[in-house]
């Protein structure tokens, strides 16, 4: 592995990125030439939009129209937004207005992981991309895209994160693990605690409401969400890995995460802390740990991964490039849910690897592509 690293570290910044999305350009052209559904995802979401305008059920015994055997599994805040939108722009128009927005993010997150500065350091992390993520146009796409920019444009002043994690946080609930983004802002911890908590109330007020108002609904939602992403697909994060350990009990799973949890918050916040990081790049290892803090991460989650990995990895020495560099040749050559387990463990090896040997202060050199 140490000759592979050290021929790719000669390859000039491009080449070596280009290399690791060979799978990813290959895939893109099959998918061209052998077109699969897209956006089937989206469609679950206009499919519970439509169903509302005709009273019909959106969750399970008997969702109304599933798609491509995708179930909707959202709020129904989604549903209700769908419904207004189709209202005024019908189904087509709906469709045209998501995919333009989804093109502009993706394309957006992909300009930001090409650039050139520090491109080199996250090529390995870049095999993390894939078709088969960006194909079903999820919803988490565009809220990831939105606060990747929004800590990009706005790192020296983070309370403008608020609404877009805010947001993310009703729309899809598994992303509160984005409250720990304010973590890794500057200024006194009460105050990243209490921007942390002021970004997770506007969700738990939506949930608390959506509970008293319709309690069977709330149920059904709850079992829909039980059924996707504790029994049918684990992703490759966290539960996955708890799934191979044939751990079942919910409290056990429940106390494993909180303390892996936090095992993986604290070295990240450590390494911020004594590398004496500049915000934006505070920030960009932040978005890094919280994607990895994912209990059932997806393909499509992993969009901002490779720039706080890419941070990582600069000045980590041999044996950091060695895993980096392993871990994206295990992804390519793995492939499928079994590339991105390989490839997240890698990652979480790494942060807790660089925790354990933190380089002096200031030490770590500005990688990161500026805004």
Known sequence: MEKITAWAERLPPGLAAALFLLPFAYAALHQLLWPKPWFTDFYAVA???DALVHNMPIYPPKPA?????????????????????QARLGLGGETALYALVYAGALLGVLAVLLRRPGLGARAPFLAALSVSGIRPGNLSVLLHAGILFTS?????????????IALACVLKPTFGVYAALFLFTAGPWWRRATWGAAALLPAALYFVYFRLDDPNLFTAWLS???????????????????????????????????AYA?????????????????????????????????????????????LGMG????????????????????CLAAGGNLGGQLLYCGCC????????????PGAMA???PSA
Request: charged share 10%; aromatic share 8%.
């Open 224 to 258: 829909v969400m039980r059924l996707w992403g504790w029994r049918l697909d684990h992703g490759h994060g966290f539960l996955n890995l708890i799934a191979l350990a044939g751990i079942g009990n919910f409290t056990a799973v429940g106390l494993l995460y909180a």
């Open 152 to 164: 990009r444009r706005c790192a020296a002043r983070p309370l403008l994160l608020l609404p877009p």
């Open 47 to 49: 499919c519970a939009g």
């Open 65 to 85: 129209c599933p798609v491509f055997g995708t179930a909707f599994v959202y709020p129904p805040l989604c549903a209700q937004i769908s419904a207004w939108l």
């Open 311 to 330: 941070l990582l990895t600069q000045n980590g020495g041999k044996m950091v490039r060695n895993l980096a560099y392993g871990s994206g040749i295990a």
């Open 366 to 368: 500005a990688i990161t």
């Open 262 to 306: 936090a095992l993986l918050l604290l070295c990240g916040l450590h390494l911020a802390q004594r590398d004496a990081m500049p915000p934006a790049e505070r920030l960009m290892l932040g978005i890094a740990v919280c994607i990895l803090l994912y209990p059932r991460l997806m393909p499509y989650e992993q969009l901002g991964l490779p």
């Open 349 to 360: 090896a790494l942060l807790i690897g660089r925790a354990m040997a933190c380089p002096r």
